[in-house]
Every structure is written in C-alpha cells, then in structure tokens.
C-alpha cells in the first residue's frame, strides 16, 4: 500500500468523529471472513512460486488490519501509530493447525 492511501485511512478513521462512534471496540465484538477462505483460495500456489506471496497478500492485509483495529495513537507521529498497530497484532492469537 502507498503511503497516500495508509494515511488517508487513518485520517478517514480518526478525524471523523461519525465514523470512530461505530469504529471502536464498544460496537464491534469480533471480525470473521465469511466462507472461511482467503479471496485467493485455489491460487495461493502461483503466489508461493513467485514468492509474492508476503508482499502482495500478507503485507497489505496485515497494514490494512491494523489501521482499522487499532486505538486512536496518542501523538501522530510514525512511532506512535507504529505502536498502536503492534498492540494489534500482538492481541491476534495464534492460528491452530
């Protein structure tokens, strides 16, 4: 993701006061992918061969996560947004196989 649309997100999300009133941990209890499969499902072979895989699928979705999970940061600086997206992941459990 470019560096315009990440920060074009967080504004979205943070300087409107409309939309963090539904965005916040009061109103949503849990997000769940309906079907239970990835979007790519049946192609993630192609993506592993290539070695895309991390910059194409998991990166962006990991950035987008984050800038729609995480607290509003105390400062906005980059190290304060760095923190809150890392309180994100570090509050996703494990996956099971």
Not at 21 to 38: D, H, K, M, R
Not at 81 to 94: N, S, T, Y
Request: one cysteine or more.
């Amino acid at each position: 993701m470019g560096k315009q649309p990440v920060h074009n997100m967080l504004v979205f999300r943070f300087a409107n006061a409309f939309m963090e009133a539904f965005w916040n941990c009061n109103y949503i209890e849990s997000v769940n992918q309906p079907g239970g499969g990835l979007w790519f499902q049946g192609r993630g072979a192609f993506y592993d061969q290539t070695g895309t895989t991390s910059d194409l699928v998991q990166n962006p979705l990991f950035q987008i996560l984050c800038n729609l999970a995480m607290e509003p940061p105390v400062r906005t600086d980059s190290e304060s947004i760095r923190d809150e997206k890392v309180k994100v992941l570090k509050a996703i459990p494990p996956l099971e196989e």
